[in-house]
């Protein structure tokens, strides 16, 4: 009797025991299923900044690195920073809602990467180009569209007038009509008429102006499947403590990453 009891005892903890470690596999599945959801939300949050140059170098690349990140953190957006073009390929750039160029200059990407570049903008990617991006890529025709100009000079380090022409757009709502800010000023050549001009500069303002009264020195556009936004601004170290330019950059970034 003392024997049938304890085989029944033994039993039923044994079908317990199943059914709790079921249960305990199940909610750790449920649980790394909700991991792996909350890591592709996030991976869809992923910049990539690059600011690889071969010709003139920018001091101000570090400060605009740490800005971004800054602004990054701030906003739930993972920013990474590199200078190796060797990332510009498809499975590489898939993973990144929008690539920065942060003053680069030069060429700073190869054919079969420049391919690559292209593909991930007509596959829905967003570009964002910061100061030097406009010296950029000059032998590479598709690039000059996707930015809206080339650089062609700029007088000294001196502070202008900037109109703000179109403030619909996240990266000028909130700035003044007319906001008077301290930069290096890009003249621009091969201009692309069909980009939406959010700001320009007002030549009369500062010495050196060479586009006249057509000076623009922020735009975005939609480009052959993607988005792209470009700001002349963000050469000096300053500009990357300044909280006007920041989310000017900020709203142009967010544009081009389709939020």
Not at 26 to 43: F, N, V
Not at 120 to 145: F, K, L, M, S
Not at 150 to 163: G, N, R, V
Not at 202 to 208: A, I, P
């Amino acid at each position: 009797m003392k024997k049938n009891h304890l085989f029944c005892a033994l039993a039923l903890f044994a079908t317990c025991g199943f059914s709790a470690c079921n249960q305990a596999s199940t909610q750790g599945g449920e649980a790394t299923a909700t991991r792996t959801a909350e890591a592709e939300a996030t991976a869809a949050d992923r910049i990539l900044v690059y600011s690889n140059t071969n010709g003139y170098r920018h001091q101000s690349i570090e400060e605009g690195i740490a800005a971004l990140q800054r602004l990054g953190q701030q906003n739930g957006v993972q920013v990474r920073a590199t200078e190796d073009s060797t990332m510009f390929v498809a499975d590489t750039l898939k993973n990144y809602k929008a690539v920065i160029f942060l003053s680069t200059t030069q060429d700073v990407l190869n054919s079969e990467q420049e391919t690559a570049f292209e593909e991930y903008i007509r596959g829905g990617g967003g570009y964002v180009g910061i100061h030097a991006a406009a010296d950029t890529e000059y032998d590479w025709p598709w690039y000059n569209q996707l930015v809206g100009a080339y650089f062609l000079s700029h007088p000294e380090i001196q502070k202008a007038a900037i109109d703000v022409v179109d403030k619909s757009h996240a990266s000028t709502s909130h700035l003044p009509d007319r906001w008077e800010h301290t930069d290096e000023w890009y003249n621009y050549k091969d201009l692309n008429p069909n980009v939406t001009v959010v700001a320009r500069l007002d030549e009369t303002s500062y010495k050196g102006g060479a586009n006249a009264d057509n000076h623009p020195i922020a735009w975005y556009h939609e480009f052959d499947g993607g988005k792209a936004f470009y700001t002349g601004l963000g050469h000096t170290h300053e500009s990357y403590s300044d909280s006007l330019f920041l989310k000017h950059l900020w709203g142009g970034i967010e544009y081009a990453m389709g939020k």
